[in-house]
């Protein structure tokens, strides 16, 4: 079967996106072309597959599946690239729209010239911080900020936030020393996490900045994750690293976000997007 794809990146956090509403694909099929596509070697490469349908509920709907097939509820990047795709490829024509995700519907506004989106601002909603809504096992239903959380030989303190997907925050002092590869895979399948977690380690820059490093649950290292950068301000607010209502630059591997947790308890992420290639794929279903 040959299956029409683009493939896009916010920030070097790389995606094979599939318009639905140009072509229909067997949702028991998804995560096999997820793990085939995403395979460097024998597929295209990339972090997971994204699918653009229709939506009943919204303008248009997105849904995300990581490298392993595994599937997410959300995907800050991927939301950014799907608003580009929608507005230059005419599924909408307007500048401010809606977005389905498995977790929530978001606003999306795209920040355009000629035709050609350069910015996407997306209101993510609100994070939601109780334990059980991370979800987060042990302990009682307040909120997880900077809690003992002992990995192997290593005691480290953990700010747990769902941005409709959940996340693990962890605060380093230098960025260059975050183990994720030594912890990433340790965290993202601990019980304690009992739909598994996104791992993030963040260092204070300034009042203003942070440095951010990710290892995704399903996909393990990438150049940025979007919702993840959401959580990273959240839980730097809990922990009065930053401040509400500000923006704060993100400085992810694959360059910058501005996040702004507002007063009114909405997370705001704009940044780009950018289209690499597009063309057919063919699917072997070997995997
Ligand atoms: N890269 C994404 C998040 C993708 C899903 C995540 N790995 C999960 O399973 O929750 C982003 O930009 O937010």
Redesign the pocket.
Known sequence: MEIPFTKMH?LG?NYIYIDLFKFNLEEEMLPDIAIEVSNVNTGIGS??LILIHPSNKADLGMR?F?KDG?E???????LRCTAKYAYENGIIDKEIFRIETKANIVEASVVQEQGVVNEIKVDMGKPALRRADVPMMGGDDAQVVDEPFQVGDELLQVTAVSMG??HAVFFVDDITKAPLYELGPAIEKDRRFPH?V?VEFIEKVTENELNFRVW????GI?Q?????ACAAVVASVLNNYVKRNEEVVVHLQGGDLIIKWDENGHVWMTGGAEVIASGMYKFNSNS
């Open positions: 916010g956090n972090d997971g995300i990581n595994s997410g509820q959300s995907c800050g990047n991927g997907n959940p598994g996104n995704e649950r399903g996909s990438t940025a994750c979007g919702t993840g």
